[in-house]
């Protein structure tokens, strides 16, 4: 079946960086898009970037820019997310969802995330 | 970036109630617009595509309208594996955003 396995919990001090994985099974890795989302305790959901696996090419809200890297290892279906500097409201559950398009017209499609990884936990604390 | 609202933040209702949540986009995302539904602990499950397409395996009380900056999600009937939180999400902008989100719990 369709899956996106994801990397354990991680505890990382003030400062440092974090990098998360999502291996994809079930599918073709390279025709989907890897979304990652973020959700603090007790808050909503947060969209930080997506990747094209295929391609390599990838798009990030502005307010991560500069400070979070999604890449892939397209031989181990795997995509990462990293995301530096890390500071104690970074602490969240950090999760991968695959991307679809569906195709509406010349360069236009919706897209939405239809499957999602359960979610890594990551603690920013000194 | 896009700006997305929900109301309520929260209601209460019974089983069996007619439910329905509205979201709001800052500007005209046409029918770009998802609605997840996420239960405590657990990972967002994906309901309501292209404004009003249901995912494949999602039962037919729920349903999506609207178009341009205003949407709503009902819930027909609601049952109890229903209580949780609606997220709306527009896919307008390749910079998604989501909305603050709706928790519906029982009254």
């Known amino acids: 079946q369709v899956q996106l396995v994801q990397s354990g919990a991680e505890v990382k001090k003030p400062g440092a960086s974090v990098k998360v994985s999502c291996k994809a099974s079930g599918y073709t890795f390279t025709s989907y898009d890897i979304n990652w989302v973020r959700q603090a305790t007790g808050q909503g959901l947060e969209w930080m970037g997506w990747?094209?696996?295929?391609?390599?090419?990838?798009g990030y809200a502005q307010k991560f820019q500069g400070r979070v890297t999604i890449t892939r290892n397209t031989s181990i279906s795997t995509a990462y997310m990293e995301l530096s500097s890390l500071r104690s409201e970074d602490t969240a559950v950090y999760y991968c969802a695959r991307g679809l398009r569906e195709g509406i017209g010349p360069a236009r499609y919706y897209y939405y995330m239809d499957v999602w990884g359960k979610g890594t936990t990551v603690t920013v604390s000194s | 970036d896009i700006q997305m609202t929900q109301s309520p933040s929260s209601l209460s209702a019974s089983v069996g109630d007619r439910v329905t949540i509205t979201c709001r986009a800052s500007q005209s995302i046409s029918s770009y617009l998802n609605w997840y539904q996420q239960k405590p602990g657990k990972a967002p499950k994906l309901l309501i595509y292209a404004a009003s397409s249901l995912q494949s395996g999602v039962p037919s009380r729920f349903s999506g309208s609207g178009s341009g900056t205003d949407f709503t999600l009902t819930i027909s009937s609601l049952q109890p594996e229903d209580f949780a939180t609606y997220y709306c999400?527009?896919?307008?902008?390749?910079?998604?955003?989501f909305g603050p989100g709706t928790k519906v719990d029982i009254k």
């Open positions: 990747m094209n696996p295929n391609s390599g090419n990838t």
């Open positions: 999400q527009q896919s307008y902008s390749t910079r998604f955003t």
